[in-house]
């Protein structure tokens, strides 16, 4: 049996909603700075970052939601394709920067007698 997935405002709303308290929690604008992630005009890469995230949490695939839904994006598909593959954005420093904001919150959740483990693959 085929099931068709709805569109639903309501959820929409909600990881909007989710997705932008975490980018003000985690002060993803400042990180991105940090980052070198600068653009000298356009859609701010906070916007960019912002709706590529939350497509990831939608279920949504970049290139099918620019080919069939271009209007869900507040941005064209050169504009994502050059923030995503611009050389001077550092992303490994993002990701570095938003580990560590995370981990220290975890930290803190955690028992001063809890012994600490760190995993690597």
Same mark, same amino acid.
Do not use: A, H, P, W
């Given at each position: 049996m085929n099931s068709i997935i709805t569109h639903n405002s309501s959820t929409d709303h909600e990881l909007i909603s989710k997705t932008d308290r975490f980018?003000?929690?985690f002060s993803i604008s400042k990180l991105l700075k &940090? #980052?070198?992630?600068?653009k000298s005009g $356009? +859609? *701010?890469?906070?916007i @960019? !970052? &912002?709706?590529?995230? $939350?497509l990831v949490f939608s279920g949504k695939n970049l290139y099918r939601t620019l080919q069939m839904n271009p209007n869900d994006l507040s941005?064209? *598909?050169? %504009?994502v394709y050059r923030f995503l593959n611009n050389s001077t954005f550092n992303w490994s420093r993002l990701l570095m920067l938003l580990v560590t904001q995370i +981990? %220290? +919150? !975890?930290? /803190? !959740? %955690? #028992?001063? /007698?809890? &012994? &600490? !483990?760190? @995993?690597l693959p």
């Open positions: 980018f003000t929690d &940090k #980052s070198n992630f600068y $356009g +859609i *701010q890469c906070t @960019i !970052l &912002k709706e590529v995230f $939350g941005f064209k *598909q050169n %504009t +981990i %220290t +919150i !975890l930290n /803190d !959740l %955690t #028992s001063v /007698d809890r &012994k &600490k !483990l760190m @995993i």
